[in-house]
């Protein structure tokens, strides 16, 4: 069993525990113990969950705490922190601890034989990765999300619940689309960029743009990515 911690104590970081028990329940059915996670907790740079409980599990404190209570053993960590930018920062901070990303992909989401997820992201359940499609490190795609064929997803991106992603699409790094936007087939959309909720988008998608609505039309240009998670759109 591989020692796991997850980081954030919110409602993703919940969700992942609940993902990890449901990988857990999956492998023991399997007989594959060797996938196993063994949950030791959360880390939260937030100091009033220090030493509590959050979804049953115990609250280290913050990363660097964390590191202090499980010194001399190998972890690994799955960044349950939903703003793109706040997640690669956590997780280069954990990396230099040592500790290992994990990949959490829930039983029920279907990755293609040829589909690629790198280290750090998570695939949850009814989502389906196609063929030739590669979801870069410390991705989220959450439920019911559909990645077409030939997509590439970069990392820290983030793909809400229900998106539509068609064939021979790219989404640079660190962008988003809402619950259950669509992309018509081999869009572009750009590094931080925003795809809203219910959307549909086509074409080129610039960088650092929020564009929404049938057919999407640009809302903001040159947004920071923390914004997003500002405007209603965290999800941990
Ligand atoms: C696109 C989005 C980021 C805009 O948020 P915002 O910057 O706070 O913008 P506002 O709410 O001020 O809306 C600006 C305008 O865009 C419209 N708008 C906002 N989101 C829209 C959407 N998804 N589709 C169509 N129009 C939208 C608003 O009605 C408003 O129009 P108005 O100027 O005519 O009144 C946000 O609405 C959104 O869709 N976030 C994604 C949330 C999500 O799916 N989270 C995942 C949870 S797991």
Redesign the pocket.
């Known amino acids: 069993m591989r020692d796991l911690i997850i980081i954030g104590a919110g409602g993703f970081g919940a969700e992942a525990a609940w993902v990890v028990r449901e990988v857990n329940a999956a492998a023991e059915r399997t007989e594959s113990r060797l996938m196993d996670w063994n949950l030791v907790g959360f880390a939260d740079s937030d100091e009033r969950k220090y030493q509590s409980a959050h979804a049953g599990y115990p609250v280290h404190g913050t990363i660097e705490q964390t590191a202090g209570v499980f010194a001399s053993r190998e972890l690994f960590f799955f960044c349950a922190i939903g703003d793109n930018a706040v997640r690669r920062r956590v997780a280069a901070a954990a990396q230099s601890f040592g500790w290992k990303p994990a990949t959490i992909i829930h039983p029920a989401a279907v990755i293609a034989d040829t589909a690629v997820v790198l280290p750090g992201s998570f695939v949850g359940p009814g989502s389906v990765v196609s063929n030739n499609a590669r979801v870069g490190e410390y991705a989220i795609v ?1 439920m019911h999300v559909s990645v077409g064929h030939d997509v590439a997803v970069g990392d820290y991106c983030q793909l ?2 229900g998106s539509r992603v068609s064939g021979f699409c790219r989404i640079e790094d660190l962008a988003s689309l ?2 259950n936007a669509v992309l018509l087939p081999a869009t572009r959309v750009g590094e931080c960029a ?1 795809v ?4 549909l988008a086509s074409g080129q998608i610039e960088a650092y743009t ?1 564009v ?2 049938v057919p999407a039309r640009t ?2 240009q040159a947004l920071p990515v923390e914004a ?1 998670a500002g ?3 965290r ?1 941990s």
Do not use: Q
């Not at 809203?196 to 959307?199: E, F, K």
């Open positions: 959450n809400s619940p809402g619950s925003l809203g909720a219910c959307s929020t929404c609505g809302i903001r997003y405007s209603g759109g999800i």
